[in-house]
């Protein structure tokens, strides 16, 4: 039986022509949104949606082309831009009922919720990022030899076709690398979720490959246009960053304060997978930010 986050509900929610995505939601109280990394589904926000559901309603979808979510096929660069994405996100949250509510995404989820922040000022209230830079900067601070711990995003940059055969040929082995490399305490994964994860991504090699091809072009664009406009996140905003001290190479709070008016940033000692590695400091963080 598979992993589920305890207490939560399952539904499947129409949001797009032909895609519904599947969601966990429990708690209530004013609404907040809950938006995965990879190689991971809802579920590594299992401890953090449980304490938040005490005092809010936590949504946690699968987001489009993961986990148990509708996959469509990579009709055209829309069809996984971060922009298409974040409209399932306010579909989804209207579906319940919500027209205004808070936003908080790791990894992929977190460049999902950037974007609705700035598409949807009106309906993001509150805006939280874990562990990754807008897309933007995230390609403009990759630099020689230190560009290679992203290698998995120049391979998906790649044309359909080369990357998608690759990566099926060992997907426990692609995918289970990154579980490995980017957590610093492995039992926060435990078996059955990580099997999870690996089955999840294993059955979503497509349209994961087109999340990230798509950040490699129209997502580029979309913030282009922003950053030239002189577009911002408008709501608070908080950032959770690891603490990588000297060997980031850039100052990653000041590039986040081109991009929100009311930014609070902050590192945290663990891995990129921190909802799962420390999630009372994710959880006391988010509490800080809805309080703002």
Known sequence: MEPTITG????????????????????SGSPV???????????????????LAADHTVIVPDLRGYGES???????????????????????ARAFGHERFALAGHDRGALVAVRAGLDHPD????????????????????????????????LMAQPPGLPEKMISAVPDDFFGYFLDIWA???EAIPADVRAAYLAASRAAV???????????????????ADRDAGNRLRMPVTV???????????????????????????????????????????????RSLLAR
């Not at 874990?130 to 998995?152: C, E, I, K, Q, Y």
């Not at 497509?206 to 282009?224: E, F, L």
């Not at 991009?259 to 590192?267: P, R, Y």
Request: glycine share 8%.
């Open 8 to 27: 939560f509900g399952y539904q499947r929610v129409p949001v797009a022509d032909g895609v519904s995505l599947n969601a966990a939601v429990g708690g």
């Open 33 to 51: 949104v809950l938006l995965h990394g990879f190689p991971q589904t809802h579920l590594m926000w299992r401890h953090v949606a449980a304490d």
């Open 70 to 92: 509708d996959k469509p096929e990579e009709a055209g660069e829309d069809t996984y831009s971060k922009r298409t994405m974040a409209a399932d996100v306010v579909a989804l």
């Open 123 to 154: 309906a993001i209230t509150h805006l939280a990022s874990l562990d990754v830079l807008p897309t933007l900067d995230s390609w403009n601070v990759m630099r020689g030899v230190s560009a290679a711990v992203g290698f998995h995003l120049f």
């Open 184 to 186: 610093r305490n492995p």
């Open 206 to 224: 497509p349209s994961i490959v087109a999340d990230y091809r798509a950040s490699a072009g129209v997502d580029i664009r979309h913030d282009q």
């Open 240 to 286: 959770l960053q690891q603490d990588w001290g000297d060997a980031l190479g850039f100052d990653a709070a000041g590039l986040w304060r081109e991009w929100a008016e009311d930014l609070d940033h902050s590192t945290v000692s663990c891995g990129h997978f921190m909802a799962e590695e420390a999630p009372a400091e994710v959880v006391k963080a988010l």
